[in-house]
């Protein structure tokens, strides 16, 4: 039977959110280092034994990563922050980590040599603490590529896969087909193929009976699934007038619920009518969906 867990998400008392987790029927959890509001990294490692939730991982500060591809201190001290996260995890005993290839919509420019260097530090920082550093699919495709490519023979790289983002920026590249023998992370969410508003599953309009048959392929998705979205943060869509992200919306799975979603000031706000301990049984009903799928394609 394949484990779902899910990312601890937003601001409240930690403690309450790992309960109803824990309750919903989740396995394990993953977490992230931009979050540690309510005390320190140890802190939740042990509320998170406490409730017997594993942690599969921990979100690395993604941040200002795009500039790790340009000349500077900048870069260079982004760099320094990777190696000093993954350091700090692995000391609180978490072995492995998502790293982000580049950040945003920041244009990094053509692959380059401070890219490629930085990145091959981060894992030899990785390599050396016995950690394993996983790089995200993101916007700027060509760079993930490139780095994967280059660091292919690495012992600590692997692959993280976000369905959203490649729903979003990447529709036509065969992510899980290029790195599914390397993955060790996956970030399911759903979204409307243009803007990652980090969605449940069947919310958005991922083909999921593609996914799942492509997950299917993988070692570690027939063991192990992980959902990344969104409880009640606000997806700013600047371009977007509220009539036109309405007009999309109403395209969605989603607007079946009315409900579950605000959209006002070309912003969309979603699941924020849900406790926490409701937004996280309907998302375990959801990846369970997915894993069911995913068998069903073993």
Not at 91 to 120: F, M, Q
Not at 138 to 148: D, G, K, Q, V, W
Not at 157 to 184: I, M, Q, W
Not at 203 to 226: H, M, P, S, Y
Request: charged fraction near 30%; hydrophobic fraction near 40%.
């Amino acid at each position: 039977m394949i484990q779902i867990g899910t990312y601890v998400h937003g601001g409240g008392n930690y403690e309450e959110k790992i309960i109803a987790i824990k309750n919903a029927g989740f396995d394990f959890v993953a977490i992230s280092m931009g979050a540690l509001s309510d005390g320190t990294l140890e802190y939740q490692v042990e509320l998170c034994k406490k409730y017997g939730l594993e942690i599969d991982n921990i979100h690395l500060t993604g941040g200002k990563t795009t500039e790790i591809w340009f000349e500077g201190e900048l870069g260079d001290k982004v760099c320094e922050r990777y190696c000093r996260e993954i350091r700090m995890a692995a000391a609180a005993g978490i072995k492995k980590g998502i790293a982000h290839i580049t950040w945003g919509h920041t244009d990094p420019g053509e692959v380059n040599e401070y890219g490629i260097s930085r990145l091959t530090k981060m894992a030899d920082c990785a390599l050396e603490n016995g950690f394993l550093l996983c790089l995200e699919n993101s916007i700027f495709i060509e760079h993930l590529f490139a780095t994967m490519e280059k660091l292919k023979d690495h012992p600590a790289v692997r692959f993280t896969y976000d369905s959203g983002h490649r729903n979003a920026f990447a529709h036509d590249f065969d992510l899980l087909g290029a790195f599914g023998n390397r993955l060790a992370a996956l970030h399911i969410d759903d979204n409307d193929a243009a803007h990652d508003l980090h969605l449940m599953p069947f919310d958005g309009n991922i083909d999921w009976e593609r996914d799942a048959r492509q997950l299917a392929k993988t070692e570690f998705a027939r063991e192990r699934i992980c959902a990344e979205t969104s409880y009640g943060s606000e997806k700013k869509l600047k371009e977007l007038s509220d009539d036109e992200i309405n007009a999309i919306v109403d395209k969605l799975p989603i607007s079946a619920e009315p409900e579950l979603y605000i959209i006002k000031d070309s912003v969309m706000k979603s699941y924020a009518s849900l406790s926490y301990a409701d937004y996280m049984v309907r998302l375990y009903a959801k990846l369970k969906k997915l894993a069911e799928m995913i068998e069903a394609n073993i």
